[in-house]
């Protein structure tokens, strides 16, 4: 579909034709996925990071259950999943969970009478864009809107951290649901996830014109599943460790964030790490710098700087952060000597899903080209599975 507008018509006439429903008792929520240009792997350690919304989203088409129950068909998955709001909340270990967890996490502040029938759609292939916290995101707004719940953004970035981290299992930051929920459209979203204050920064010099490059690589695999919980586990350890190096408290049992260090306690005792440790707080300290140069690129319209800045981030990534899988490696590289690209690295925490890049407009075809000769030759697994999709920026979540 090549319209919103178009996918939401062809969400109707699937929710009409699976749940019986009246079109004019129909409501649409649009939950874009996101890219972070820059500011990867920083959020769970509370670090400074920057977003953008695509076009592209989840869009959820529902109307009220009044018996309680959560029923949801997704035309990306096969087996429609049913739940009941009015009964505990356990993971079924599918598709359904992140309803499951949007559920859970209103319940603790609200009591749920309503649920939805809901039948969803993705534009884009899964993994690497935060499509797990966009469909939270859509849940939620379609859940309170269904039970008269009114909730801030703020307070939903919350629940969907609730969903992530208690119901989930996966030890992320506030990032995700933070781009979904507060993008513009026109601005580049910068946020400090400590104080969770954030900007909307608007570029003083006109930037020129470019598109948001997104190439899925073909792998896919859900991240709690991968070292990404470890790399959290590794940058936490680094920070206890460093603290009592300093001679400063770390509470004995409560979580401790990189941010609670300061840098020169991190050159006067870096020696003292592990070596894999001390690569962890290396990334965080020089992505956090590259945030705020980012934001200065971003404000007077160099976006040649902010991708050589981008391309930075995913050497850091793969060199300091130690993460990325073969091919999300072998993408960044291509991507990053192909001309019309500014700069890219890849998203999904590199264990999956898509390198993000900006890119210029006029050279469309020739990346396609670039990535056509490259990736299938040294990774012919994914020959017929990776995509190349040239996207724009979005708005953040809302019911249409």
Known sequence: MNTQEERIERLKEAHIKQFGSKSSDLRAVIAPFRICPLGAHVDHQHGLVTG????????????????????????????????????????AHDWSDYARGAAMALA??????????GVLHGDMPIGGLSSSAACGVAYLLALEAANGIQATREENIEYDRIVENEFIGLNNGILDQSVILLADSKRLLSMDCQSENYKHIT?????????????????????????????????????????????????????????????MEFMEHKDALEPNLQKRVEHFFTECSRVQEGRTAWATGNLVHLGWLMMESGMSSIENYECGCPPMITLTEILNV?????????????FRGCCIGLSDPSRRDIIREAVAAEYPKKHPEYADTYEVHFCRMGDGARIV
């Open 52 to 91: 953008m919304a695509l076009e592209n989203s989840i869009t959820l088409v529902f109307d009220p259950n009044t018996e309680g129950r959560v029923r949801l068909r997704s035309l990306n998955f096969p087996k429609p999943q049913s739940f009941s709001v009015l009964e505990p909340f356990a993971r």
């Open 108 to 117: 603790q502040k609200h009591q749920l009478t309503t649920g939805i029938n």
């Open 338 to 350: 192909t001309r019309g690209v500014y700069g890219a690295r890849f998203s999904g925490a590199g």
């Open 203 to 263: 570029p003083v010099t006109k930037l020129p014109p470019f598109d948001i490059l997104v190439v899925y690589s073909g792998v896919a695999k859900k991240l709690e599943n991968t070292d990404y919980n470890k790399r959290v586990h590794e940058c936490e350890a680094a920070a206890r460790r460093i603290l009592e190096l300093a001679g400063r408290a770390a509470p004995p049992n409560g979580r401790v964030r990189l941010r609670q260090v300061k840098p």
